[in-house]
């Protein structure tokens, strides 16, 4: 009988000695252990978001995408969720659920492993606020210890809202209230109890079992937690199985997943990063990045969806214009179905938008099978019409449609079709021209492909939209819109105004004869410009067109400047043109409309000059009002016309091409609202034969200014003092100008009948003698290529 006694005296004794150890450790790391500060006054790191005018969110910046939400404002499923999956005696123990620590414990000595910790919610706490998530006894003792002080010191409901707004959730998601927006798309308070559910069972493997990541794994998780939630009482069987039936509606800015995607983004990329970098201007990195900044732009959502849209469709519709060019590249597709580097290869090759990465399984003339994501996709019919010249055959191979190909499709209507990522970029700005608030702004076809900001970057030739300020320039020196002009072919020796000659022309190379400026400006005459440019000089014209924001070294006084030879961003044009809508003052374009700090307290607002009020003039209202008269005739049946779709009086705009096709231009606005649309590549090249400003530009202006108009009614500007009308050309219409010169002679060019000397006193009359002039003569050879600036 002795002998049995003294294994259990040695077994006491041990456990005596071990309780006594691990007293002395728990003294000795007590005073030790980390202050309780960072809980008792938390501060969590807040990113900086950026929201529309309309409080919708653009994006976030920051390490750690957190909300704080207040425990009263939890709702009670998520915290009957919580408890049930992680921790369902909180309210009771003392920081340590004994009983599931001892289970975890036996369950880990058995197995050799630690995978299980026993941790309740207020050591999670401890570890995810003062501990790393290395698995160890020694940790797991500190663990307990900071729990048992945490507990002594803050209350049940305190540890459970440092809890829910501090645990990881993947997707760069802290805290369950920006969980419920990064996968959802709502706020807390709005979650079904299925939401609500897959949300509570994200803490034990967040990275890797996300919706996002995999929701498979993320609903195996759900239905954990509803079947503790239902052994627990805190929900009926009813309630049960409605959670279970619900199909998950998964948020997300990318392309389609099958769980029902729903997008919420506003895009934006390109007005997020430019308050992004104000904000580190301003504020710094630490304070930009983790102080919870809001920052409010001046956009609205609706009209930045307008303008996204718009510029997508134009340039996909350029790009349908120039034809398929074929595979992004070609895999080594293994035999059977498509292994786990085909979906590395998908994935390396993103999605932007809509235009989603696939693999061609199939390929013939009349159907194609394709691979994403672990889904075959056919695609056929009108889908093919696009790619059909590389489906066939006799195409090169190294081009063809075949198995093995990389390629993009897109789900147009309820069908997909073959389509590709276009090469050509494109820029839209719009802007209210009283106050320079930017009203949209996209700068270029996808932030996430190409980050440039061609609003803001791209110095381009502006080509025939440069000329309003040209002839802008000529009201002021005695040019009126009915002042004839002779559209005849031009020619400069060489060493007359520069080293080579020069033969400039017009767009189609066809001449009116004598027009008027009116005439000249609605259809784009280069012939015109350059007269009358040369008359009131490069340099007059230089120092007026400073008045509308153009930096004078970027437009040399050249006779070229006439034809838009200089460089400009689509932000300049835009500064530009609000000038002529507002009636002559010079308005700045801003972005943001106001700074808030992390307790929402206005910290910065930007405050205006405002058209009419405090803006500077940049010139006359009646210089404003008659370039305003001629703008709309270009939108009414110039270059233009096509805007005449909106149905509008008072839509006033010009079109820009550039030299062989390389920038398209439209700049266009009413009385309120400037819009400046621009499409060209990254890196100058031809656009194509034909694509003018009035094809590839102005349809994007178009399809935004439709929604950014829409309900408005016309504005029609009473004509300003000090302009005056008389008949014009053929006697037939009325015509303005500056009331203190003399009307534009009303004085026709003699007939053919009328002998030589009549006719060429008629046009020295007009034009200077012809010492006074340059020869009009056509020359007998063309200049080159390259010299030919003759685009409007």
């Known amino acids: 009988m002795r002998w049995l006694l003294y294994p259990l005296v040695a077994l006491l004794t041990l456990a005596i000695i071990g309780v006594a150890t691990l007293t002395v450790i728990c003294l000795l790391a007590w005073p030790n252990l980390p202050s309780l500060d960072t809980l008792t006054d938390y501060r969590p790191r807040v990113p900086m978001r950026v929201y529309t005018a309309d409080g919708h969110l653009i994006n976030e910046f920051g390490e750690e995408r957190r909300t704080v939400v207040r425990i009263q404002n939890v709702p009670n499923h998520l915290r009957q969720a919580l408890l049930a999956a992680e921790d369902e005696n909180f309210y009771n123990h003392i920081g340590i659920d004994f009983i599931s620590f001892t289970r975890a414990l036996i369950h880990n000595l058995r197995s050799d492993s630690r995978g299980q910790g026993g941790s309740t919610i207020t050591m999670q706490v401890a570890r995810n606020f003062f501990l790393s998530r290395e698995k160890s006894y020694n940790r797991k003792l500190y663990e307990i210890l900071l729990a048992l002080k945490i507990e002594n010191n803050l209350s049940k409901d305190q540890i459970l809202e440092l809890y829910i707004n501090q645990i990881f959730l993947g997707q760069r998601a802290y805290g369950f209230s920006s969980a419920a927006q990064i996968y959802f798309a709502k706020p807390l308070d709005k979650l079904s109890l299925a939401e ?17 990541t995999n929701l498979e794994l993320a609903q195996q998780r759900q239905r954990y937690v509803l079947r503790r939630m239902l052994e627990a009482g805190f929900i009926s069987e009813a309630q049960h199985q409605q959670a279970l039936k619900e199909r998950l509606r998964i948020a997300s800015g990318g392309a389609a997943r099958d769980a029902g995607l729903i997008k919420t983004f506003v895009p934006a990329g390109y007005v997020a990063e430019i308050a992004r970098q104000i904000a580190i201007e301003q504020f710094g990195d630490q304070t930009t990045y983790q102080s919870g900044l809001k920052i409010i732009t001046t956009i609205t959502r609706a009209e930045q969806v307008a303008a996204y849209e718009a510029l997508r469709k134009g340039v996909m519709d350029y790009d ?84 093995g190909a990389l390629v993009r499709i897109r789900k147009a209507d309820q069908d997909w079709e073959l389509t590709q990522l276009p090469e050509v970029e494109a820029a839209l700005l719009s802007i209210d021209s009283k106050t320079g608030a ?6 270029g076809f996808d932030y996430n492909r190409r980050k440039f900001n061609n609003v803001t970057q791209a110095e381009r030739q502006p080509g025939s939209s440069f000329k309003p300020f040209i002839y802008s320039a000529s009201l002021e020196k005695g040019y009126a819109p009915g002042t004839l002009i002779a559209d005849e072919p031009l020619f400069y020796p060489a060493g007359s105004i520069s080293l080579e000659q020069w033969a400039p022309r017009n767009y189609d190379d066809k001449y009116s004869g004598i027009i008027t400026l009116r005439e000249a400006l609605t259809h784009s005459k280069n012939i015109p410009a350059i007269r009358v440019l040369e008359d009131i000089t490069p340099t007059f014209a230089q120092r007026h067109v400073q008045r509308f924001g153009f930096d004078a070294s970027h ?49 910065a607002r930007t405050s205006p000059v405002i058209a009419g009020e405090n803006a500077p003039r940049a010139i006359s209202a009646r210089n404003a009002w008659i370039m305003t008269s001629l703008l709309q005739d270009v939108v009414r049946r110039g270059t233009a016309a096509r805007a005449s779709t909106l149905r509008r009086n008072d839509l006033a705009g010009k079109t820009g091409t550039t030299n062989d096709f390389v920038d398209a231009w439209f700049c266009g606005y009413n009385p309120s609202v400037v819009a400046v649309s621009w499409v060209g590549f990254p890196t100058p090249r031809n656009l194509g034969r034909g694509e003018t400003g009035g094809t590839a530009a102005l349809p994007i202006w178009i399809d935004y200014m439709r929604t950014a108009l829409a ?12 302009i005056a009308s008389a ?21 026709l060019p003699p007939t053919v009948e009328e002998d030589e000397e009549e006719a060429s006193d008629w046009f020295s009359s007009l034009f200077g003698a012809p010492s006074e002039r340059r020869s009009p003569r056509r020359q007998e050879r063309p200049a080159p290529v390259e010299e030919r600036l003759f685009f409007p």
């Open 196 to 212: 609500t559910a897959l949300l509570a069972g994200l803490p034990q493997a967040p990275s890797k079992a996300n919706p996002i």
């Open 320 to 403: 349908r214009r120039r034809g398929y060019r074929g595979p992004e590249k070609m895999l080594s597709l293994p035999p059977g179905a498509p292994n786990e580097t085909v979906d590395s290869d998908i994935a390396e090759a993103r999605d932007f938008g809509d235009l989603l990465a696939a693999v061609v399984l199939t390929a013939s003339p009349k159907e194609v099978t394709v691979y994403r994501n672990g889904q075959t996709i056919t695609i056929n019919n009108s889908g093919l019409r696009f790619a059909a010249s590389l489906l066939s055959e006799k195409a090169p191979q190294a081009r063809r449609v075949r198995r």
């Open 438 to 443: 930017v009203r949209a702004l996209v700068g």
């Open 555 to 603: 437009h040399p006084p050249y006779l070229t400047m006439a034809l838009g030879a200089g460089s400009v961003t689509p932000w300049e044009m835009a500064t530009a043109y609000a000038i002529l809508s507002n009636g002559g003052y010079r308005v700045n374009p801003y972005v943001i409309k106001e700074i808030r700090d992390g307790n929402n307290k206005p910290i």
């Open 711 to 722: 309900g408005t009614p016309e504005i029609t500007i009473p004509r300003p003092a000090g």
């Open 727 to 747: 008949k014009v050309n053929d006697g037939r219409r009325d015509d303005v100008y500056y009331a203190e010169n003399s009307p534009p002679a009303l004085r």
